[in-house]
């Protein structure tokens, strides 16, 4: 059974970057299309990037595009999530998503964007 474990996230400051990773065990990511999604406090989980299996297309929500970038290594069953000139707004717990044969969510890794 696939379990996703995202790691990376922390406080950082407005302007600043973070990387998150979300890695897989159990099984291969090969046959699953990643999705990262974030909930900041009192809001919905909301659709923040997503790569397809051969990481040969992505999509952006309109509030990340230009900052965030999203990045799959198969060889190493993970995906990652750079995160450029962050803003307070960007403060959520995200959370990575695998679509394919089944669906798996990670548990999730609190960024927090204050000074």
């Known amino acids: 059974q696939l379990q996703l474990v995202e790691s990376g996230g922390g406080l950082v400051q407005p302007g600043g970057s973070l990387r998150l990773s979300c890695a897989a065990t159990g099984s291969t990511l090969d046959y699953y299309a990643i999705g990262w999604f974030r909930q900041a406090p009192g809001k919905e989980r909301e659709v923040v990037s997503c790569?397809?299996?051969?990481?040969?297309?992505?999509d952006y929500a309109d509030s990340v595009k230009g900052r965030f970038t999203i990045s799959r290594d198969n060889a190493k069953n993970t995906v990652d999530l750079q995160m450029n000139s962050l803003k307070p707004e960007d403060t959520a717990v995200y959370y990575c998503?695998?679509?394919?044969?089944?669906?798996?969510w990670g548990k999730g890794t609190l960024v927090t964007v204050a000074s």
């Open positions: 998503l695998a679509v394919g044969p089944m669906t798996y």
């Open positions: 790569i397809t299996t051969n990481g040969h297309g992505t």
